[in-house]
């Protein structure tokens, strides 16, 4: 079965600056797709960026960005030139080829997530 | 474009009286449909998902189940409430691939008194 970790259950950082959160997954597979999640304090979950495992290139959403390192199952995101409004929970999940055995979903997993504050 | 729609935004009901939260999704067709559970600000946990009209798998045993009437509606409901049930759902919808990353509603927040 697959996991997902999220090492930091809180992190902080200050306004403008640079942070990065950490995500580690276990897989047999070598094809997938990892995501990361932003849940802020009105609790909806918002698509932040995704990453496809065949593409070498990290991926890129204007202030956020990924180092996706597939050798090390690891898959990271940092946020550049952190404002107030980053001020969130961050999940980390990981989307499996594998087909559930209920139907034709596939699996996700999300990490436990990690709690990230902006200091002005 | 896709909108979901997940109602109501705030419950507060007490032990033993039923349940039903509803999600519809626009903008879509046969798209996936799931329900998460989310205690105490973290951790999402898997429900309910349903792949087409009247499927429904579930993932984790318990006092809640869930209907899928039409192709973009999906139900979550309970006959009586337990105290444990108390926490935020959230309804999510994603095209078919796994590729396809889950879109979230907004969630309710259900407090069983």
């Known amino acids: 079965a697959q996991t997902v970790t999220q090492s930091q259950p809180e992190m902080s950082v200050q306004e403008a600056e640079t942070v990065t959160l950490s995500c580690t997954y276990d897989?047999?597979?070598?094809?997938?797709?990892l995501f990361w999640y932003k849940q802020p304090p009105s609790r909806q979950m918002i698509l932040v960026i995704r990453q496809e495992a065949y593409k070498q290139q990290n991926a890129t959403e204007n202030r956020f960005s990924v180092n996706f390192q597939k050798a090390a199952k690891s898959f990271s995101l940092k946020i550049s030139d952190s404002q107030l409004g980053d001020a969130a929970m961050y999940f980390c999940a990981y989307r499996s080829p594998e087909i559930d055995s209920g139907g034709s979903n596939y699996k996700l997993t999300f990490g436990k997530g990690t709690l990230l504050t902006v200091n002005p | 474009s896709q909108t979901i729609h997940q109602w109501p935004a705030t419950l507060v009901q007490p032990v033993g009286s039923p349940l039903s939260l509803e999600c519809t999704v626009e903008?879509?067709?046969?798209?996936?449909l799931y329900w998460y559970r989310q205690a105490a600000g973290r951790g999402l946990q898997l429900l309910f998902y349903s792949v087409g009209i009247g499927q429904i798998s579930s993932e984790v045993p318990q006092n809640l189940s869930a209907s899928r009437p039409q192709d973009r509606q999906f139900i979550l409901s309970s006959k009586k409430l337990l105290l444990s049930d108390s926490g935020f759902y959230l309804c999510?919808?994603?095209?078919?691939?796994?590729?396809?990353?889950?879109?979230f509603g907004n969630g309710t927040r259900l407090t069983v008194t």
């Open positions: 897989t047999s597979e070598s094809d997938y797709y």
């Open positions: 999510a919808w994603s095209v078919p691939g796994y590729n396809s990353p889950l879109h």
């Open positions: 903008g879509t067709s046969n798209p996936n």
